[in-house]
């Protein structure tokens, strides 16, 4: 789908067909990369894993002091909390690929072990991942594609929260109110270097460099 006019009246175009509206919102955020080129060039989707290993309903105060979920200040971010019966669900391990790992659990068991010794050897009963935005600044995306035509996407991990925030505000904006979504809008989140082909491939490498980074501390 790609919006092909702006105006009072948008046109969109499907591989199904082609229809009209008086409003557009993109809201695909990571799994519609391409959509839209302005959008395109400050949004670029990544992907991030999670595993959750067996209950420790008699050991989870071993691993953290309180019931809470964490996100660590690393750059390239490991987030980790425990579920109501006591799995451990750790996260983290971003990829900059469109495809999937076929050994998502390895790596993310390392990494675990790394910052947990007391879970070294521990599994994971369920892995999966997802797709989402990220932006330079890590801020999230809102702008005016067309006078009719919005987006919100780049909510770089906090989602949750973010797109029902962003959601509002659009909703908020089509209905003629538009303070929240403009001030939302004027959120830094420059283009990436590159461009749409090389912005990936140039984000790995400044990811690896800041993974070393991590790993000795500085």
């Known amino acids: 789908m790609r919006p ?32 839209e080129p302005e959008v395109a060039a400050r949004v670029m ?11 420790l309903p008699d050991r989870w105060r071993d691993v953290l002091a309180q019931d809470i979920a964490v996100a660590d200040s690393k750059f390239v971010v490991n ?10 669900l750790f996260g983290g391990r971003e990829s900059y690929s469109l495809g999937f790992p076929r050994d998502i659990a390895g790596p993310l068991r390392a990494r675990m072990a790394a910052l947990f010794p007391q879970l ?30 919005l987006s919100g996407g ?3 991990g906090h989602g ?15 209905l003629g109110q538009a303070g929240r979504f403009d001030a939302l809008a004027l959120l830094p989140t420059p283009r990436f270097p590159g461009g749409a082909r090389a912005r990936a491939p140039l984000l790995a490498l400044a990811m690896t460099w800041y993974a070393l980074r991590d790993r000795l501390g500085l």
């Open 45 to 55: 989707p990544i992907n991030s894993f999670i595993g959750a290993t067996a209950p």
């Open 4 to 35: 092909r006019a702006r105006g009072r009246t948008a046109l969109l175009r499907t591989h199904e067909g082609t229809l009209s509206a008086d409003h557009v919102i993109l809201a695909g955020n990571g799994y519609l990369p391409d959509l």
């Open 154 to 156: 780049g909510f770089s």
């Open 160 to 174: 949750v929260a973010l797109s029902g925030i962003a959601g509002r505000a659009m909703a908020e904006a089509i």
């Open 120 to 149: 070294s050897g521990l599994g994971f009963e369920h892995v999966w991942g997802g797709t989402l935005g990220i932006t330079m600044t890590r801020l999230p995306c809102l702008m005016r594609v067309g006078p009719n035509i």
């Open 79 to 88: 987030y980790y909390r425990f579920s109501e019966d006591r799995r451990f």
